[in-house]
């Protein structure tokens, strides 16, 4: 179970990226996923997350701002982020949630693999 995250980039507050998670050797739609969020000096956190049937959950701080949605055709899920603020610079990580919900986005990998490369997201004011 390997992940790939891409998309990220430096931009200005305001402006829009989108990132893209892609699975190799197994089907995206089978999990549910989250984008997780490491800010620097700080732990890896859950952002949102998407059910294997299309609940979709935001923390509160980009609610309105992001959007989750999958694409099965192309084992792919993406995080469309608009609005973008300097707080929401960190490395963006995608993974398997257990956990997608009200309680929080949080990963497992009970089924075997682990966390990908990331992707660097830079927002400056």
């Known amino acids: 179970v390997q992940f790939l995250e891409s998309g990220g980039g430096w931009v200005q507050s305001g402006e829009s990226l989108r990132l893209d998670c892609t699975g190799s050797?197994?089907?995206?739609?089978?999990?549910?996923i989250g984008w997780f969020r490491q800010a620097p000096g700080k732990k890896r956190a859950g952002v949102s997350c998407?059910?294997?049937?299309?609940?979709?959950y935001y923390v509160d701080y980009v609610k309105g701002r992001f959007t989750i949605a999958r694409d099965n055709a192309k084992n792919a899920v993406y995080l469309q982020m608009n609005s973008l603020k300097p707080e929401d610079t960190g490395v963006y990580y995608c993974?398997?949630?257990?956990?997608?919900?009200?309680?929080?986005?949080?990963?497992?990998?009970?089924?075997?693999?682990?966390w990908g490369q990331g992707t660097q997201v830079t927002v400056s004011s």
């Open positions: 050797g197994f089907n995206l739609a089978d999990y549910s």
């Open positions: 993974g398997p949630a257990e956990v997608c919900g009200p309680d929080g986005v949080f990963a497992s990998w009970h089924n075997g693999g682990s």
């Open positions: 998407i059910s294997r049937t299309d609940y979709t």
